[in-house]
């Protein structure tokens, strides 16, 4: 009965934070550079305990996405995700296919992504784990990445932005998520290049 009361009020809080999210984004009224600076500074705790030796270039721009993830999600809509997982789970069901965890990785993707190594219980593990979950999104990242004809350009990490945040078209709300994306990658880029002199 618990089990039960829990994935109903899952499936009551989900549209609401989802909406939510979508329009209080972007749309802040603050000029774009000291908006980037907020979403950058909020994503620093959990990004910083999560680091690892990856080539700037990768960390930068897998840890900008991060950071706009982080900003995107709160904390309820992550311990909603989770519970309305773990509950159909336990139920025997299959999970829905929900992006989850710090850096929103739906869990298909994450799937393909770490392959047969990972059961699906493993996955789901992993990716409400936040290191993992965060290493994960720098994986998939770098896997879009090498997909470019030119990895470095700014082209490539357009591409890159847009598959990660799973845009097909092209309208205002994607287009401001890719202004607020690059000037996030530009702080991303400063403060890896000052951490490796």
Not at 72 to 92: D, F, K
Not at 139 to 151: E, G, N, Q
């Amino acid at each position: 009965m618990k089990t039960a009361i829990a994935l109903l009020a899952c499936l009551v809080l989900l549209p609401f934070l989802f909406s939510e999210r979508e329009s209080g984004f972007m749309f802040r009224p603050q000029p774009l550079e000291e908006r980037a600076r907020e979403i950058w500074s909020g994503a620093q705790p959990a990004i910083s305990q999560c680091l690892d030796n990856r080539p700037v270039g990768d960390m930068a721009l897998a840890n900008a996405l991060i950071a706009i993830e982080l900003d995107r999600t709160n904390q309820l809509e992550r311990l909603v995700e989770e519970a309305l997982i773990r509950t159909a789970m336990s139920l025997g069901f299959s999970p829905p296919d929900l992006s989850v965890g710090p850096a929103q990785i739906r869990l298909s993707t994450a799937g393909k992504l770490l392959g047969e190594d990972y059961g699906r219980k493993q996955t789901v593990d992993a990716l409400f784990e936040p290191c993992k979950n965060l290493n994960v999104a720098r994986r998939l990242i770098k896997s879009y990445r090498a997909r470019c004809a030119s990895p470095a350009g700014h082209t490539c990490r357009t591409i890159v932005a847009r598959r990660y945040n799973g845009q097909r078209a092209v309208n205002q709300a994607n287009l401001a998520y890719l202004h607020v994306f690059e000037a996030v990658y530009s702080i991303s880029v400063s403060q890896h290049q000052r951490s490796w002199r």
